[in-house]
């Protein structure tokens, strides 16, 4: 595992849950056909839950005191968005196995398609509650509600069709070809060029 642990609240299908320290990138773990996600928990020992039973990992601000002392340690008091957000990304609604819904916007990237799971950002980010990530086994549905673009950007107007380019050189008719070293060489005459170049 890697070294950087983040804490983590680990909600299981069977409404447990417990609290813990686990790796920042979820996601490559599971899918390098890790049966197992490891946990450690605050005791230090270390815990080893099936994929199959994960619902959801939520990377939290705080973690709780004990495990199983509070019904709602990840504090996600809104699950849907109120308002369309911001930031940019995809807006998804998903129904997990036991037919509860939850919205969250998920980068617009590869990692939708190919992951093992879905990172989502939840709709309020002041809770506890900072990201979440979902197991593709745990998902039942998902719909895409919304792609949030970043800011507009301005279109440059371009302009009508180019007028002749004025010529710098009056005087002696200039073709330029390339020699064998893919350099370009003028066949103008050198006499005119100087004088014109000293008005």
């Not at 790796?23 to 270390?46: F, H, M, N, R, Y």
């Not at 504090?75 to 940019?88: E, G, I, Q």
Request: proline share 6%; with cysteine.
């Amino acid at each position: 595992m890697s070294s950087v642990r983040k804490p983590v609240i680990v909600r299981k299908f069977s409404r447990d849950w417990c609290a813990g320290y686990a790796t920042a990138s979820l996601g490559a773990e599971a899918g390098q056909g890790e049966p197992d996600l490891e946990i450690l928990d605050l005791s230090g020992k270390v815990l080893r839950v099936a994929w199959e039973q994960v619902k959801w990992v939520c990377y939290v601000r705080d973690l709780p005191a004990a495990s199983g002392a509070q019904g709602d340690p990840e504090r996600l008091l809104h699950k849907r968005f109120a308002t369309r957000p911001r930031t940019a990304g995809l807006l998804l609604r998903l129904t997990l196995l036991d037919g509860e819904e939850i919205e969250g916007l998920a980068a617009n990237d590869r990692s939708l398609v190919e992951g093992a799971g879905l990172m989502l950002t939840p709709p309020d980010t002041r809770s506890n509650t900072q990201r979440i990530y979902i197991p593709r086994q745990a998902i039942l549905t998902l719909e895409v509600v919304s792609l949030i673009g970043a800011a507009a950007r301005t279109r440059i107007k371009t302009a009508g069709p180019a007028a002749d380019q004025p010529r710098l050189f009056s005087g002696a008719e200039e073709t330029s070809e390339l020699t064998e070293d893919g350099i370009g060489s003028t066949n103008a005459d050198p006499a005119t060029m100087a004088q014109e170049l000293a008005l």
